[in-house]
């Protein structure tokens, strides 16, 4: 009994004696942890794929990536370590402290107490090798896999920074983010070729329709805005459009992501081009300051020599031309064109690219189109015989027309005229009993 209440004693004093226990670590990501300015041995734990292994009598290196940074964060481990499931490719989890570096390459690295490998990688079998740049035409083979390579994965990042930067500036300019529907029985200004739906059952019942009316993928979601733009002075969507186009080029995709706005009560094209101007810069600002390493990557090896371009755009203000100026322009080049220039005539890539570096490789804004080229919405200039629209398209270096918009036509009997010239003064009063059934997505 004497003894075991010594023992009883003795175990409570050891349990009211602070015990030494390590913090848990905190889960950080790859680029967070490289963005540690002053590391002092904060336990972390990251999450991620082995880029690198090398391993030294009696230290092992690894490089971890997670996809969040172009850089890898370096992990330093004791070579007891290592084992054959730290290869290229294994996921792993590595606890430890980070420290500063002791090389110049990097801020901090990664002392290691844990390593735990939660996925085996059979390195040599894995079609992505360490160190190889592979062509896109062999990356496309394994699309599952590609996205782990530098290329694909600073496009990516590159792409998600634009899409936060688009709806951040929307945001805060005081814009409402409209869901248009991705279904829908408008053919927006026969913008293209159109993808139908259809379920699978109506093979067997060909004559039925789903939604008793055809339908499509949306080809553009501004009708569906402009109902909108009656309630909410600003609104605007930035989702996926479909054109049903059997084309091979670059310019012509089936799926893609549009940016779409509508303004209420704007009453001169200065102040539409003022908000195009201001979305492409904020947006490449962004994109330039919050990933530098993937833009410097983009454009060593994808676009060599287009940072320069971007950035002598962004010291600019944009130009604005008109369309008469325009094909003026072109009919004094020097340049052969595939398309002659002419009045009338709808400017081509060729043409758009040649004005832009015309006008010194600065943005340009062409202004008020030829009525005939624009559709029957856009506001009347009445400027005599020419006859032009208020329409606007911005074009950029190396690519041509970027944005589009103009002003809408306002004054009823105007709209009258054009539905009537045109032959769709019927169609549009069908457009006015269908307004409920065309917004359901």
């Not at 500036?169 to 913008?191: L, M, R, W």
């Not at 789903?210 to 339908?215: H, T």
């Not at 081009?273 to 990557?297: G, H, I, R, W, Y």
């Amino acid at each position: 009994m004497f003894g075991a209440r010594c023992l009883l004693r003795a175990l409570r004093s050891c349990s009211s004696a602070p015990c030494p226990r390590h913090r848990p670590a905190a889960r950080v990501s790859v680029r967070g942890a490289l963005g540690v300015q002053s590391a002092n041995g904060e336990r972390v734990k990251v999450q991620g794929w082995i880029r690198s292994i090398r391993s030294q009598k009696e230290v092992l290196f690894l490089h971890v990536n997670d996809g969040s940074s172009l850089e890898s964060l370096q992990v330093v481990a004791d070579s007891s370590f290592d084992s054959r499931e730290l290869a290229f490719g294994s996921s792993v989890e590595v606890q430890g402290q980070l420290v500063k570096s002791p090389s110049k390459k990097q801020n901090v690295e990664l002392k290691a107490e844990k390593i735990e490998v939660v996925g085996n990688c059979d390195a040599k079998a894995f079609p992505v090798k360490y160190k190889e740049r592979h062509p896109l035409e062999y990356l496309r083979q394994y699309p599952h896999l590609r996205c782990r390579t530098n290329v694909l994965g600073s496009v990516l990042r590159v792409r998600s920074e634009a899409t936060a930067a688009i709806h951040s500036f929307f945001k805060d300019s005081g814009f409402v983010h409209i869901h248009t529907p991705v279904i829908t029985s408008n053919d927006c200004e026969g913008a293209g070729e159109l993808f139908q739906v259809e379920p699978s059952s109506k093979i067997k019942v060909p004559e039925e329709n789903f939604f008793n009316i055809p339908v499509f993928l949306t080809v553009s979601g501004q009708l569906h805005l402009e109902v909108m733009s009656g309630a909410f002075t600003q609104v605007f969507t930035f989702g996926p459009t479909f054109r049903a186009e059997n084309s091979q080029s670059r310019r012509h995709l089936a799926e893609f992501y549009m940016v779409e706005a509508e303004i209420s009560f704007l009453e001169s094209l200065q102040d539409l081009m003022q908000v195009m101007e201001s979305l492409f810069k904020t947006t490449a600002m962004t994109v330039l300051s919050n990933c530098p390493k993937d833009v410097e990557l983009c454009h060593k090896f994808i676009a060599p020599g287009q940072k320069d371009r971007l950035e002598h755009m962004l010291k600019n203000n944009f130009l604005v031309i008109s369309y008469t100026e325009a094909v003026e322009i072109l009919k004094q080049a020097s340049q052969n064109f595939t398309f002659t220039p002419e009045w009338g005539a709808d400017l081509h890539t060729e043409h758009e690219k040649y004005l832009v570096k015309h006008c010194g490789d600065i943005p340009v804004f062409v202004i008020n189109y030829p009525l005939a080229l624009k559709p029957f919405y856009m506001r009347d200039n009445e400027d005599g015989p020419q006859h032009t629209v208020a329409a606007v398209d911005l074009l950029v270096p190396g690519v041509g027309e970027l944005f589009g918009g103009s002003l809408r036509e306002e004054r009823y009997h105007f709209l009258e005229q054009r539905l009537a010239r045109l032959g769709l003064t019927e169609a549009y009063q069908c457009w006015n009993l269908l307004p409920v059934v065309i917004m359901v997505p």
